[in-house]
């Protein structure tokens, strides 16, 4: 069992590119692994967080001279930029299940992947780290404040969204306390390739219930399908490159570029598991995957050419 974790650990990237065009097109249940999505995300916030020293690291997000910097930034990557954009957004037209997915997507917190992306592209790993955890800790607060705030048509109310994403968030954090205690840190660590591995399979179970009747989806409407992954490519690469742009006048390079990664990878599956089933917010999370998912290939393309230049 470990050396076939540490085998897709080691293997992980090819195996997730393949998994994101392979699973639409299995011929699932409809409807079967939709109840198993708040769990599965309760796993992708657990299982990064059994690798970390919880308690160090909250003392040092705690440290005033990092804390309110930290918070300011939260802020402007989630509030302001869900308000901003949305604005933006009913100015130029945009319909309201639209303004809802991009209010969804700034809202969201840092993707749980993305130390780990930070890490693998040579950036400030610490920084993106610290990010994530707070703005997930705080995603009870944040999200239904930014929603809010946005003025945008939700579904549900904002409480009872920060319900929903407080349970999820208690769960992943439950997780990832409980497996540290039961493994223990020493063997987490030591186990890292078959760590990987585990958190590539939980990555893989995410696509089941978010890719049921995509295909589907995709067939019937092609139209609004490439809109939607245009939308997705958008915010997430888009958004990415201009934040860093921005950043690099004003920090390091690899502190600009974890910026810009933050900035642009979501943990929006949270929303998806705190709203309504809705199929058309379920397509676009599932297309908003493809640039989470190839981002490692895009940006280490763009890191050579900027360092060609």
């Not at 992947?113 to 703005?135: C, E, F, H, N, Q």
């Amino acid at each position: 069992m470990i050396r076939a974790l540490e085998w897709i650990g080691l293997h992980a990237k090819p195996v997730l590119l393949a998994s994101l065009f392979v699973i639409p097109l299995l011929p699932l249940p409809h409807g079967a692994f939709l109840p198993l999505l708040p769990v599965i995300i309760a796993l992708l916030i657990g299982l990064p967080l059994s690798r970390l020293d919880l308690a160090s690291i909250l003392s040092d997000l705690a440290d005033p001279r990092f804390l309110p910097a930290l918070l300011a930034g939260i802020c402007l990557f989630q509030i302001a930029a869900t308000v901003g954009l949305t604005g933006l957004g009913g100015l130029v037209g945009l319909g309201s299940a639209t303004l809802l997915m991009i209010a969804c997507f700034m809202a969201s917190p840092v993707l749980s992947a993305a130390p780990g992306i930070a890490l693998l592209m040579g950036y400030d790993a610490r920084l993106t780290l610290y990010w994530m955890l707070a703005s997930s800790l705080l995603s009870p607060l944040m999200i239904p404040l930014a929603l809010g705030l946005s003025g945008v048509a939700l579904p549900i109310e904002p409480a009872r969204i920060a319900m929903n994403v407080a349970a999820v968030l208690a769960a992943g954090v439950a997780i990832g306390v409980g497996l540290r205690r039961v493994i223990g840190p020493v063997r987490i660590a030591a186990e890292g390739k078959a760590m990987d591995g585990a958190g590539a399979l939980v990555m893989i179970a995410f696509l089941l219930p978010i890719s049921d009747g995509v295909a589907e989806e995709i067939w019937a409407d092609p139209g609004l399908a490439l809109r939607l992954a245009g939308l997705a490519l958008m915010l997430n690469l888009g958004g990415n490159l201009l934040v860093r742009s921005v950043a690099l006048r004003f920090f390091a390079p690899g502190r600009a570029k974890a910026l810009g990664l933050a900035f642009g990878n979501r943990n929006i599956g949270l929303l998806l598991a705190a709203l309504p089933p809705d199929p058309v917010f379920s397509l676009f999370v599932a297309l908003a995957q493809i640039p989470i998912y190839a981002s490692p290939l895009i940006l280490r393309f763009l890191d050579r050419k900027e360092e060609a230049i």
